[in-house]
């Protein structure tokens, strides 16, 4: 097996590519409005269906693919849970595509406020912590992406390079809002794809080719499972599939669209490149197992490979890594300030806030969630780790209630409130119990959310007939 030396080569096609990120960011924070708030979070509702394509691919395909999610499957248990990892957004796609027209309607910057319009303040108050804590959270693992990437071209200590993924992804977020994130997105979601396409020959080939791989693979890596319970297999998609269903990042980029066509292409777009880019995530991974084995964490493996293969082409697919994380990253972290700004300072602190004021606040949230982001991720061992916890808070605490919003006509104002609670309770309390008999916390908390939203909202029917009268 091979050892991971840094290639500090890449670092300029790194740098190359941080530096357009920044120009993006500067060009877009002196077009701002001060005085339109809606212009910062929703980008005056002026997307179309290209920028909607990547930023729709941008913002779902970040760091949990390439050191997680996708990334880690295909290393730890083999090709075809890598592959399967596409699954969740296939079916999200499907969902949201089916209610972006309800969505638009509401034409809400957070989906806490609209779970206020169905079940009332108190509703917004509790989903808008819990929102803007999970996109916290996510933002928080994408620092420790970019301190792998630093750490493959300098040998950069991981802990020095999350600080600096911190500030980078801290500085994109805060300078030019939706406008700016969305076109960085759109930008360097065509990186991606140009990037790992080209390079995955060149894997292949640094790997001896894919029959080579295939014979020095473990059988069971080549199963469907991957040796997996299947209690494991569920356990490795549903976070993300609960999450994606009601994300507010997915959500406000729905309500960003110029038009509902617009939007449709967009969601086009998402899916090709969802069948791009997750199954080749899942072959290099693959590739840098057999390559690498035990001496490098499964977080690193698709970044791993960039060192072995041309200079050009492992730059270019570096790049690649770098849009990954960085456009989710600031993603995110945006979404996270959004919360804190409409659904708690000017819900409960300032009601009659200006626009500028909420611009003003809405920064000032995206700097200190960012700093709070960057104090998380030091108590979570892994990238899986955070970002499964990160999946099912929300997963469980804001999705069942989100969907009976949506689609349920008996659903109450007791019977969404009591779901939210309940499903973020049991997610901390399952998860502080370090998962009992080895269940996943997303097999539990998920049901007993949907169960409580059922249950509670048939028992409290009446609400529903004093709102009709």
Not at 136 to 164: E, H, P, R, W
Not at 287 to 306: E, L, P, Y
Not at 355 to 363: D, N
Request: glycine letters at 10%.
């Amino acid at each position: 097996m091979r050892e991971l030396v840094a290639k500090p080569s890449l670092l300029i096609f790194v740098i190359m590519y941080f530096v357009l990120l920044v120009g993006i960011g500067i060009y877009y924070s002196k077009k701002i409005k001060e005085d339109n708030a809606e212009d910062f979070v929703l980008a005056g509702k002026g997307l179309g269906p290209i920028v909607l394509m990547g930023t729709f691919l941008a913002t779902y395909v970040g760091n949990g693919t390439i050191s997680g999610g996708g990334n880690s499957l295909s290393f730890t248990y083999g090709i075809w849970p890598g592959i399967f990892f596409a699954l969740p957004a296939i079916a999200a796609i499907i969902v949201l595509s089916l209610l972006s027209n309800k969505i638009r309607t509401f034409g809400s910057y957070t989906v806490a406020q609209i779970l206020e319009m169905k079940y009332g303040k108190t509703a917004r108050l509790v989903s808008g912590v819990i929102i803007a804590f999970s996109m916290i959270s996510i933002c928080a693992y994408q620092y420790k992406g970019l301190a792998f990437v630093l750490n493959i071209t300098t040998g950069m200590d991981i802990k020095i390079g999350t600080a600096v993924g911190a500030f980078l992804i801290i500085f994109l977020a805060f300078s030019g809002g939706l406008k700016s994130v969305a076109v960085s997105d759109a930008f360097s979601a065509f990186i991606m794809l140009i990037g790992i396409v080209i390079a995955t020959p060149f894997v292949l080939n640094a790997a001896g080719g894919w029959s080579n791989v295939v014979a020095s693979a473990p059988a069971e890596s080549l199963t469907l499972s991957g040796g997996q319970t299947f209690y494991g297999f569920l356990a490795g998609y549903f976070p993300l599939f609960f999450l994606s269903m009601g994300d507010q990042n997915l959500y406000q980029r729905i309500t960003a669209g110029k038009g509902s066509k617009d939007v449709k292409w967009g969601f086009v777009g998402w899916f090709l490149g969802i069948l791009i880019v997750m199954p080749l995530v899942a072959v290099i991974a693959f590739c840098a197992r057999h390559i690498f084995g035990t001496n490098i964490q499964a977080g690193m493996a698709f970044m791993s490979t960039t060192t072995l293969i041309p200079t050009a082409i492992g730059g270019l697919l570096l790049a690649a890594s770098t849009a990954f994380i960085v456009t989710t990253g600031d993603s995110y972290l945006l979404s996270g300030a959004t919360n804190i700004t409409y659904d708690i300072y000017v819900e409960k602190i300032n009601p009659n806030a200006s626009e500028q004021q909420k611009f003003k606040v809405t920064r000032i949230a995206i700097a200190l969630a960012g700093i709070f982001a960057y104090i998380l991720i030091q108590f979570f061992p892994t990238v899986l780790a955070i970002q499964y916890w990160s999946y099912t808070i929300y997963g469980a605490g804001i999705t069942p209630a989100l969907l009976g919003a949506l689609l349920w006509k008996k659903v109450t104002k007791t019977g969404g409130i009591a779901s939210m609670a309940v499903g973020s309770i049991v997610t901390v309390i399952w998860e502080a119990m370090k998962q009992p008999f080895g269940v996943a916390t997303v097999l539990v908390a998920v049901p007993i959310s949907f169960t409580v939203l059922i249950i509670v909202s048939l028992m409290t029917q009446s609400e529903n007939k004093v709102v009709s009268k």
